[in-house]
């Protein structure tokens, strides 16, 4: 049950975040899209009857065609809000208005959103794009890690946000090595070399601190510092207490990795796995690399790439379907009116375009438009093939490296079967 609420999450996510993409890339070609923001505690009809008034005023504006355009969209509005006698738990966002396309085509969108957290504002707002950033913050990840690489030449330090690595910064340090110079005591290069450390060390922790303590709602969102490095130095930077106190009571523990540059910060995520078990990347991670073991195996049970995909999920092959997040393709149904022919294929979808910008073809028989009866986002399609064998979905970040050679290398399509086929 728990593993079915996680996959409709990620799912939810995904969407909302598409959502959020397109309504991005729709411009007016005036202060004519019009942003709604509805709390759950404000009254629907004091919605309607200030956008009621807003339709008077637009009398005001000069441009007829903007006039016209807003005036539409306000009452597409109206019509819409008389399905609301209140709004849900979580308020609702509505972006309409009508939308450039290319050339002179536009169209009137109308999207509604119920937001994934409660709204605490309301917004009425028209503009020549929709007013997003307040829905965009409810993408960002709740909890924060601080990651944190050192050894006695340099440092690196971020933060892991979700499936994300964030690099924010390092140093290099001026501690000299091992060996003395000629003219010196044993005794002497010894204090002046601790000396340079203590101060290489006092560098990292103010510095690694201050990046941490800015992050926002630091109290709330910050679960805690890891950190890597080699023995014993990892290990001597802890017991000195050189980050804030703050900061050092949140350090979740100290990890062996080779690399103490920004690459550090990858492996101290993969040594600390167990320190973040159940954490998003690294259930991603593991998916991945179980993906990438099976594949260069003889006998090894992966597949990837949308044909093959397809027919492993008809013949309920696929255990494990591995869909990357940063898909943007649909599946498009296509009927020929002349002569009934019917056709499916996959398109991309380009960033600020629409299926309606794509070229659907002719009639390989007859020669007539092909007609779009239907479009389903890729996603949305193969999980569902997937879920009537009851193969598990996972959504898959390109944040990190692995997540990045899903999509870039296997199309964003891949699968763990249950068993070997020709596919």
Same mark, same amino acid.
């Given at each position: 049950?728990?593993e ?10 995904y969407?909302?975040?598409? +959502? ?13 899209l019009?942003?709604?923001?509805i ?18 005023q ?7 065609? +903007?006039r016209?355009n ?21 308020? *609702?966002?509505?972006f309409?208005? +009508? ?14 959103i ?8 309301y ?9 997003l950033?307040?829905l ?7 909890y ?17 946000r ?14 000299p090595?091992?060996?003395?110079k ?11 070399r ?10 990292i ?16 969102r ?5 950190i ?18 703050e900061v050092q009571?949140?350090i979740?523990?100290?990890f ?23 954490m ?15 594949l260069?195996k ?15 999920l008809? *013949? ?25 022919y019917?056709?499916?294929? +996959? ?10 910008? *794509? ?25 569902? *093939? ?16 692995e ?5 870039t ?10 068993y070997?086929?020709?596919?």
């Amino acid at each position: 049950m728990t593993e079915e609420v996680e996959m409709d999450d990620a799912r939810k996510r995904y969407e909302f975040k598409k +959502t959020l993409e397109k309504l991005e890339s729709g411009e007016g070609s005036g202060t004519e899209l019009i942003t709604l923001y509805i709390p759950p505690d404000k009254q629907i009809y004091d919605v309607t009857n200030q956008l009621k008034d807003e339709f008077g005023q637009c009398a005001n504006i000069k441009s007829k065609q +903007t006039r016209t355009n807003v005036q539409s969209a306000i009452s597409s509005i109206l019509s819409r809000l008389k399905y609301y006698k209140r709004p849900p738990a979580n308020g *609702i966002a509505v972006f309409c208005g +009508t939308v450039q396309l290319y050339g002179d085509r536009t169209y009137l969108q109308c999207t509604i959103i119920e937001p994934p957290e409660p709204l605490n504002l309301y917004m009425y707002r028209c503009s020549s794009k929709f007013e997003l950033e307040p829905l965009m913050q409810m993408l960002e990840e709740k909890y924060v890690y601080g990651l944190l690489v050192l050894d006695k030449r340099e440092a690196y330090w971020g933060f892991l946000r979700g499936n994300r690595i964030e690099p924010m910064g390092g140093a290099n340090s001026t501690v000299p090595g091992k060996m003395r110079k000629g003219g010196q005591s044993a005794a002497r290069f010894g204090r002046l070399r601790e000396i340079a450390i203590d101060e290489f060390y006092t560098k990292i922790g103010e510095r690694a601190s201050a990046i941490y303590l800015a992050e926002k709602d630091f109290f709330e969102r910050f679960k805690g510092v890891l950190i890597g490095g080699p023995s014993p130095t990892k290990e001597e930077f802890e017991k000195g207490n050189y980050l804030h106190h703050e900061v050092q009571k949140r350090i979740i523990g100290l990890f062996d990795v080779a690399y103490t540059n920004e690459d550090g910060l990858a492996e101290l995520v993969d040594a600390a796995k167990d320190a973040l078990k159940g954490m998003t990347v690294i259930e991603e991670k593991e998916f991945m690399d179980r993906f990438l073991k099976e594949l260069v195996k003889d006998a090894g049970v992966a597949a990837y790439g949308e044909e093959s995909i397809r027919k492993n999920l008809e *013949i309920g092959a696929v255990d494990t379907l591995l869909l990357s997040a940063s898909l943007r393709k649909s599946r498009l149904r296509m009927k020929c009116q002349s002569c009934g022919y019917t056709e499916e294929k +996959t398109v991309t979808i380009p960033p600020g375009k629409t299926v309606r910008d *794509i070229p659907l073809g002719n009639c390989p028989k007859c020669s007539a438009p092909l007609v779009l009866e239907e479009e389903v986002d890729i996603i949305d399609e193969l999980a569902k *093939i997937a879920d009537q064998s009851s193969a598990k979905v996972e959504l898959i970040s390109d944040d990190f490296e692995e997540g990045s050679i899903l999509y870039t290398a296997f199309g964003g399509i891949a699968a763990i079967l249950r068993y070997r086929t020709g596919y």
